[in-house]
């Protein structure tokens, strides 16, 4: 039986655009996970930590505690700790102002990014993706310079009150960094493996427009001030929808 080329080319395009919408789902829920991540990263009072501590039998043991961007907690007798701040106000401690409006920011970013999962029904995907991944970069940014200037600040008072006196910039002394801090670092890593996915699923997206769209491409490229806009998107274009729906 022969085969066309024409035929093959359509089986082609037909699988990559069912390989990309599979990929582009995992992309938008693992988004979606990213900004849950941020708003514990924001508020989870346990970016560092005191250390178990060897004393001597007769002298009080050390305090024991965490400590966060907005609040320091310091365990009691009783099995919820003691915890001083103002998370309620969202009220930094005074030395991480900086990180916690870092966080804020790239927690704002990330969530903008989420919301912008609703263009896909209305505009280019191509589009939709390269803005996405513009904001998870400018978040990634945000996030790494606040794991920059957290450690930077540990020269304070809350600090040295739960920490000894030997705390000094990047210098935790008798504490270490908890599983917040290391989850700030992480968030870096999986902000920039998403901006890099989504900026490929666009580029791909583009060699998958419609040829109405690439002539407006063209107008603009010409130098014409007023071209025609049309925001649909490509990704669901009849001509795409047919090929999924085709047998």
């Given amino acids: 039986m022969h085969v066309h080329t024409s035929d093959v080319a359509r089986l082609y395009q037909t699988e990559f655009i069912r390989s990309a919408r599979a990929v582009g789902v995992l992309w938008a829920i693992c988004t979606l996970c990213f900004g849950i991540i941020e708003v ?21 043991p050390p305090q024991a505690g965490t400590l966060g961007l907005f609040e320091v907690c310091v365990e009691t007798d009783w099995p919820v700790p003691e915890c001083r701040g103002s998370l309620d106000t969202l009220t930094p401690l005074p030395a ?60 304070c008072a809350e600090m040295r009150a739960l920490c000894g006196d030997r705390v000094g910039s990047f210098s935790p002394g008798n504490c270490s960094v908890h599983w917040a801090f290391v989850l700030a670092m992480l968030g870096v890593l999986d902000a920039a493996i998403l901006a890099t996915l989504a900026f490929v699923l666009g580029n791909r997206q583009d060699a998958l427009l419609p040829d109405d769209a690439k002539d407006e491409s063209s107008y603009l490229a010409a130098g014409n001030d007023n071209p025609p806009f049309k925001c649909n998107n490509s990704f669901f274009s009849p001509s795409v929808t047919g090929l999924l729906l085709s047998p």
């Fill in 40 to 60: 514990v990263i924001l508020i989870q009072p346990s970016w560092v930590g005191t250390r178990e501590l060897h004393y001597q039998a007769g002298t009080p």
């Fill in 96 to 155: 991480f102002q900086s990180p916690a409006v870092l966080v804020c920011l790239s927690l704002t970013a990330v969530w903008a990014s989420v919301g912008c999962l609703c263009l896909f029904r209305f505009c280019n995907a191509a589009t939709v993706y390269k803005i996405c991944a513009w904001l998870q970069l400018t978040a990634g940014f945000c996030l790494a310079l606040a794991c920059l200037l957290f450690p930077d600040s540990w020269d």
